[in-house]
């Protein structure tokens, strides 16, 4: 398993970018694709964005894309999330997860790896 920590979050106001890391720990981080998920409260946790291991394919949630970008450095085992163009309901935690598949899925219980969260706030 590959531990993960993200960091980031913050407050921000509608229109304002925030840029999300995620590290991981261990040396076989290249092995992962890897994804981004959000939970608002109330809510169920949902895909935003995922890469695959080589970081050549990216793939988005409808509600992000052409706003947010995910990229890896696989030589500094870190994965990124920018975010542009920020809305109220982008308001959420913020997870970053590693998948064993060598497509990154968009669904949760494809991820077996989690980091504990980061905090994003849009106001408005």
């Known amino acids: 398993q590959v531990q993960l920590v993200e960091s980031g979050g913050g407050l921000v106001q509608a229109g304002g970018s925030l840029r999300l890391s995620c590290a991981a720990s261990g040396r076989t981080f290249s092995s992962y694709a890897m994804g981004w998920f959000r939970q608002a409260p109330g809510k169920e946790r949902e895909f935003v964005a995922g890469?695959?291991?080589?970081?050549?394919?990216?793939n988005y949630a409808d509600s992000v894309k052409g706003r947010f970008t995910i990229s890896r450095d696989n030589a500094k085992n870190t994965v990124t999330l920018q975010m542009n163009s920020l809305k109220v309901e982008d308001t959420a935690v913020y997870y970053c997860?590693?998948?064993?598949?060598?497509?990154?899925?968009?669904?949760?219980?494809?991820?077996?790896?989690w980091g504990q969260g980061t905090q994003v706030t849009v106001s408005s």
């Open positions: 890469i695959n291991r080589s970081g050549r394919y990216t």
């Open positions: 997860a590693a998948s064993r598949s060598s497509w990154p899925s968009n669904s949760v219980v494809d991820f077996g790896s």
